[in-house]
């Protein structure tokens, strides 16, 4: 058996030297492993797979088919044409007439021979694709036919080592090679010939280029186009050779001269994506810009932005940041989150913790350390302490021994004053993103904001979609605007902008115009979708029509596009991208690489495909990066392509690494694990994580937040089987409803007693005493508070009942509590006043003081107190 034959046929003519080598006859060649496969150089997960399934056809004694590709491309949708970025290079030898005419053709042949072999070799371990030997030149694909997030840095380097690997060629006479480069957008056609000859039609101005910047190449030089350069940035040293003229190209074409790699940048590192040109928004810009200035004299303004998803809010605020970049100031940014409408003061705890520089390896002294180095400055101790408290650090708020209100408040206050010092020394931008996914405490921090900075040198900006009702318009500081959508003028010039040098057809930009209604970042979709169609228009209807309408919030034509994009980044990738999904709108680089069970190479590869896409953002080097979607809808996108079955699968997996290698956490953030256990259907253990989340926000007086906890795990309950542990987890769950409905809305309000109610039924079932008292004791609130005083008196009598069966202090002090007030204000006094008495007598405020979470929202002891003060007054005893 002709092993390099075989090789070829398969295409993979580029692994011939190293089977050579490794002397791979037809008997070794059938019992090859994928870690064989490894060693002998086949990096990619898909080659080796090919090469596996056609060993085995091999063992089953099938004949390879000597004139056709693998079976398991002829079936692939890449054999049609498809539009694709590559980067090309051509080699060739220097002087090769010179050469034939002083060798003997054999020798010649020799010579031939060994510099093709070693094209291969070299080619084929930066994973280039050969595409056509021409005599003394080679026409070599990197992207093609399969892609990485780094083919031009690839052909970079392979080109390099050919150039050395050529140099070092043991020949009769010493060879030369000059090796030209370019990247840009192709159309590649059909496959061309059989067998060893085939090849892959490629259209495009890009192998003309590559072709003609190799003939700027001195002997053993490496010329890459401009193109590749942008690629690689400063992965290498190179020499600027100008603008060439160069046959067929109408303009001149900058070309570089590859010196070296330079050492000096990592591949991994975070690159911002180029912006989308800011079109239609000239008026918004300069209005945003006038009140910078004003706000620079410290006459503190706030902008608020509404506008529809995708309608240019963020990319309105890059704009002026990047219009303001050149003067003093500081930018702050508070990000609010879908995932975290009900995390207490999310916003503030991100921009806090990734100012500070935390690291998830940092013990929780490092922590306050990074934390305190950040934020003591100007500040009085104890306001660190509460910010501390605040990002669940080691902390010594409670010895501040205040009340949770209070406490509340000069949180509120240290955090103000935080930005109040930042202003001190140079202006702030601040641009609070998203408001319509604020949680409810943030909220109230922001209305606090609004109403400081006009006192101090900020310009804060305020992003929100339509359904949020923005509290702050009408004040002189404050200034509205809404983005409208473009007009059609506006999109086809967006659209030509996007599009660049691209020949799109005034059909086509018809076409996107009408269907991305204005919406500046549908047209930016679709016009990237269209893009790598450009050529064949026929095919649009196609795009827009790739999948039904979602059941997500994603407009079809959207949608549509952005599958498109999906499926064309590759099956793994596309994997990676629904994972990041089911994580959320943002996710670390720690987080996903547990989830996804890849190797780390595929994983990376994987994200940097898409950061290249244009689907995410990345911020940092793996592992220590976190990664972006572009926008929501982009996201949803993504999550929607997931069967069910499948979405409940990851965020099972994402559920068990969170209790897992995130424990800490789940533990702070029991919401984030209750939202995927809910999505993966273990809603029990849902419904416990629901109500841990409830109770400790709760506990941090976040009660609006407490409230949408627990009625989301109430919600479930009906999804449980009928039984003891069901009714024990309802009324735990309406226990704390109660208390936090007459937080939030008041001990008269309906919520009160309907949440009562049903637990006290549910509690006198199962017999549980410490239940019961509690619902009796909710229902005696709502009955006081209406006025409804022979009712009340019924529940206390009840409560004291209750309480006199066992020995707990805590319900005999509640007992009386409803005792005295009851009495109180149906003008029982004596009795009234001998109730607080006794409640004084069993009060232990170590003990009791966490009761205010309980019953009533307040303190017994003090209300004992001030309830007696009060009774002795009316009773005729002022001097007690």
Known sequence: MDIAAWLRDLGFAQYEGAFRDNDIDADVLRRLTADDLRELGVASIGHRRRLLDAIALLSEGAAMPTEAPAPAEAAAPAREAERRQITVMFCDLVGSTALASRLDPEDLREVIGAYHRVVAETVGRFAGFVAKYMGDGVLVYFGYPEAHEDDAERAVRAGLALLDAIARLDTPEKLQIHVGAATGLVVVGDLIGAGASQERGVVGETPNLAARVEGLAAP?????????????GALFDLED??????????????????????????????????????????????????????????????????????????????????????????????????????????????????????????????????????LSSGGADDDFELLAELLSLPNAAAALNISPQRKRERLFEALLHQLAELSRHKPVLGVFEDAHWIDPTSRELLDLMVERVKHLPVLLVITFRPEFQAPWGGQPHVTSFALN????????????????????????????????????????????????????????????????????????TLHASLTARLDRIGSAAREIAQIGAVLGREFSYELIEPVAQRPEAELRAGLGLLTDAGLLFCRGVPPQSSYLFKHALVQDTAYGTLLRTRRQ???????????????????????????????????????????????????????????????????????LPEGPERDDREIELRLALGVSYITVRGMSSPSVPEAYARSRELAEKRGNERQRFQATFGLWQNKGALGITRDARVFSNELLQLAGRGKNDGFHLQAHHSAWTTGFFRGELTEARAHTIEGSRLYDPEEHHSHRFIYGGHDPGACAVYTAAQLDWFLGFPDR
């Open 485 to 556: 959508r473009l007009g059609g003028r506006e999109v086809g010039a967006l659209v030509l902008g996007i599009a660049g040098n691209a020949p799109l057809g005034s059909e086509v930009v018809a076409e996107i115009v009408e269907r991305t209604d204005g919406v500046p970042l549908f047209v930016e979709e679709l016009t990237k979708a269209v893009l790598e169609h450009v050529g064949q228009e026929d095919r649009l209807a196609a795009v827009l029509s790739a999948s039904p309408v979602s059941a997500l919030a994603v407009p079809a």
């Open 241 to 374: 050779l100008g603008a060439q003229p160069l046959a067929g190209f109408a303009e001149p074409q900058r070309a570089w001269r590859v010196i070296g790699e330079s050492g000096a940048v990592s591949r991994f590192e975070a690159l911002r994506s180029d912006a989308t040109p800011l079109v239609g928004r000239e008026e918004e810009l300069e209005l945003a810009l006038r009140r910078w200035q004003q706000a620079k004299t410290g006459e503190g303004r706030v902008v608020l932005v509404s506008g529809e998803p995708g309608i240019g809010k963020s990319r309105l605020t890059a704009a002026l940041s990047d219009m303001i970049a050149d003067e003093p100031h500081t930018r702050l940014r508070w990000f609010c989150s879908p995932h975290h409408q009900d995390s207490v003061l999310y916003p503030t705890i991100a921009r806090i913790e990734a100012a500070a520089g935390f690291a998830r390896g940092d013990a929780a002294d490092q922590r306050r350390s990074k934390a305190h180095t950040l």
């Open 649 to 719: 699968e990851l965020h099972a997996r994402v559920a068990e690494v969170l209790q897992g290698d995130f424990a800490d956490l789940a533990e702070r953030q029991p919401e984030l694990l209750a939202h995927h256990l809910q999505a993966a259907g273990a809603n029990d253990r849902a419904v416990e994580q629901w109500l841990k989340a409830g109770q400790r926000a709760a506990g941090k007086l976040a009660h609006p937040e407490a409230i949408a906890h627990l009625e989301r795990g109430l919600a479930l309950l009906s999804t």
């Open 220 to 232: 053993g030089t490496l010329v890459i186009a401009d193109g590749t350069r942008r690629h690689v």
